[in-house]
Structures are given as C-alpha cells and as structure tokens.
C-alpha cells in the first residue's frame, strides 16, 4: 500500500474548498494515488451536494422572500450568507484531509464506495 505523502494531504486539501483542484488527481497520475482518488472524488461530490443545498436554499428563501414582502431586507441578508457558512464545512474537510486522515461524510462516503468509484479505506 501506498504511504500518505505531503503532496497527498496537499491536494487532498485543497480538493475540499477549490473543487477544480480536485480534477487534477483524477486526471493525472494522482488517480493511483488511493488517497488522493478517495479525497478528490469525496470533495467533487460533497461541492456538487452543496451547490444543490444551496440552490434550493435560495430558491426557498426567495419565495418566502417574495411571499412576505415585509421582512425582504433580514432575508435577503441571511440568503447571502448562507453560501458562506456552507463553504466553512469544506473547509473543516479540508483541515481533516491535511492531517491525513480518511474519513466518511455520512451520505457521501456511501455512495461513493456504492457507485464503486472508490474503496472504503
């Protein structure tokens, strides 16, 4: 087996916050690399889960918005923060990920080694 290098946790991390970077490994050598595989295809599906949440989010909230004209301005406010606090989580990831740690975002993590895209460490 393949020992965790600093290059590994390195893109590993940044996989988590920049979801580009995590197209290098699987487009590179980096996809024989198991950690940087398990990490990059983790991050690509966790910031595409994000981005759903985050639409819909905002969707809602612009309906309720729109429904309850009074308060538009605290709503409005809240809305733009919220894709803000969503990248903080990818950050925690990202902070794991550089300790050279493997570990398992509940839904994800399923799914990934159930699609087969991935072996559970």
Same mark, same amino acid.
């Given at each position: 087996?393949?020992?965790?290098?600093?290059?590994?946790? &390195?893109?590993?991390?940044?996989?988590?916050?920049? =979801?580009?970077?995590?197209?290098?490994?699987?487009?590179?050598?980096?996809?024989? @690399?198991? #950690?940087?595989?398990?990490? $990059?295809?983790?991050?690509?599906?966790?910031?595409? $889960?994000?981005?759903? $949440?985050?639409?819909?989010?905002? *969707?809602?909230?612009?309906?309720?918005?729109?429904? /309850?004209? #009074? #308060? /538009?301005?605290? +709503?409005?406010?809240? *809305?733009?923060?919220?894709? &803000?606090?969503? =990248? #903080?989580?990818?950050? %925690?990831? $990202? %902070? +794991?990920? %550089?300790?050279?740690? %493997?570990?398992?975002?509940?839904?994800?993590?399923?799914?990934? /080694?159930?699609?087969?895209?991935?072996? @559970?460490?």
């Amino acid at each position: 087996m393949n020992e965790i290098n600093d290059n590994d946790k &390195l893109i590993a991390a940044l996989s988590y916050p920049i =979801w580009f970077v995590a197209l290098v490994p699987l487009l590179t050598e980096g996809k024989n @690399r198991p #950690f940087q595989k398990f990490h $990059a295809v983790q991050s690509l599906v966790l910031n595409i $889960a994000l981005w759903i $949440a985050i639409t819909i989010l905002i *969707c809602v909230l612009s309906f309720v918005m729109g429904a /309850v004209t #009074f #308060f /538009v301005a605290g +709503l409005g406010a809240i *809305c733009g923060f919220c894709p &803000l606090l969503l =990248w #903080f989580v990818t950050i %925690y990831y $990202a %902070y +794991l990920a %550089y300790q050279g740690q %493997y570990f398992e975002i509940p839904v994800i993590t399923d799914f990934i /080694v159930n699609q087969g895209w991935v072996e @559970r460490p």
